[in-house]
């Protein structure tokens, strides 16, 4: 089993950065894949990124690429989004998702853990 909590998000406005983590509670998480997801208000679930155990591939929606960074430190079993340029469509509800298995995937129906989410206000 494994509890993922993100945290950092909050109000910014255009062309402003925030960072979120997902701290990742267990023993596995270093064998987990990681992902990014998101839901805007009316919205499905869409992805935005992924992380695959190592930290040596990512994945990136065309919406965010260039602007969003993802890394983990297996050391800390934490994943981090690094969003920058952010821009009033990138508000949503944030979400950390792990995956078993060490490749990453940019489906949420590839995802087997969840958590509660983080909420992003990008005003304009």
């Known amino acids: 089993q494994v509890q993922l909590v993100e945290s950092g998000g909050g109000l910014v406005q255009a062309g402003g950065s925030l960072r979120l983590s997902c701290a990742a509670s267990g023993r596995t998480f270093s064998r987990n894949a990681m992902g990014w997801f998101r839901q805007a208000p009316g919205k499905e679930r869409e992805f935005v990124a992924a992380i695959n155990w190592s930290g040596g591939n990512t994945y990136y929606a065309d919406s965010v690429k260039d602007r969003f960074t993802t890394s983990r430190d297996n050391a800390k079993n934490t994943v981090y989004l690094q969003m920058s340029s952010l821009k009033p469509e990138d508000t949503a509800v944030y979400y950390c998702?792990?995956?078993?298995?060490?490749?990453?995937?940019?489906?949420?129906?590839?995802?087997?853990?969840w958590g509660q989410g983080t909420q992003v206000t990008v005003s304009s």
């Open positions: 998702a792990a995956k078993r298995g060490l490749s990453a995937f940019p489906e949420k129906s590839g995802y087997d853990y």
